[in-house]
T-cell receptor, first 115, second 111 residues
Framework: KQEVTQIPAALSVPEGENLVLNCSFT??????LQWFRQDPGKGLTSLLL?????REQTSGRLNASLDKSSGRSTLYIAASQPGDSATYLC??????????????FGKGTKLSVIP | NAGVTQTPKFQVLKTGQSMTLQCAQD?????MYWYRQDPGMGLRLIYY???????DKGEVPNGYNVSRLNKREFSLRLESAAPSQTSVYFC??????????FGEGSRLTVL
């Protein structure tokens, strides 16, 4: 059974700092990996989707990398801003076949960017 | 752009009452999902529908039923609500690329 871990559970950084959020998974046979942002009381917003054949994706100040062999993904946030404060979750989808429609979510990293 | 729309956003029920959560997506996605999110438990899949006309159980299906009414709509029904079903419920959908899009959530309290 796939397990997804995000460490640390919470992170506090000063504004302007570059930071890295980590996501690890136990089964490297994945279809894709997706990073989400969740603001308090809100739904999940998709940030980046990395297919299994890709090594990274970029959107603005965000860069996500994928290393299937080591079972790891990182989300890099450049020049952090107070508006980046939210909980960040990663989710892994298995390859087509049994259970492939079920994503496995990490429990998230709660990021606070201090002005 | 509406994306995934859920109704109602808030609901309070008494134990034993029934209700249906509605979900609709306008992205022409084949697959739709219902999740619940609880503190310390993360997101857990209740049911999913890989395509119109099919539904399958997820990780925590007990106490729930679903209907894939058409390609756009996927509803979740609680036949006899229990306090353990107090949660935030999210509907989501994916297209062929596999990117998951979520609704804003429905906050349910069962007294």
């Amino acid at each position: 059974k796939q397990e997804v871990t995000q460490i640390p559970a919470a992170l506090s950084v000063p504004e302007g700092e570059n930071l890295v959020l980590n996501c690890s998974f136990t089964d490297s046979a994945i279809y894709n990996l997706q990073w989400f942002r969740q603001d308090p009381g809100k739904g999940l917003t998709s940030l980046l989707l990395i297919q299994s054949s890709q090594r990274e994706q970029t959107s603005g100040r965000l860069n996500a990398s994928l290393d299937k062999s080591s079972g790891r993904s990182t989300l890099y946030i450049a020049a952090s801003q107070p508006g980046d404060s939210a909980t960040y979750l990663c989710a892994v989808r298995g390859r087509p076949g049994a259970g492939s429609y079920q994503l496995t979510f990490g429990k998230g990293t709660k990021l606070s960017v201090i002005p | 752009n509406a994306g995934v729309t859920q109704t109602p956003k808030f609901q309070v029920l008494k134990t034993g009452q029934s209700m249906t959560l509605q979900c609709a997506q306008d992205m022409n996605h084949n697959s739709m999902y219902w999740y619940r999110q609880d503190p310390g438990m993360g997101l857990r899949l209740i049911y999913y529908s890989a395509s119109e006309g099919t539904t399958d159980k997820g990780e925590v299906p007990n106490g729930y039923n679903v209907s894939r009414l058409n390609k756009r709509e996927f509803s979740l029904r609680l036949e006899s609500a229990a306090p353990s079903q107090t949660s935030v419920y999210f509907c989501a959908s994916t297209g062929w690329v596999g990117e998951l899009f979520f609704g804003e959530g429905s906050r349910l309290t069962v007294l």
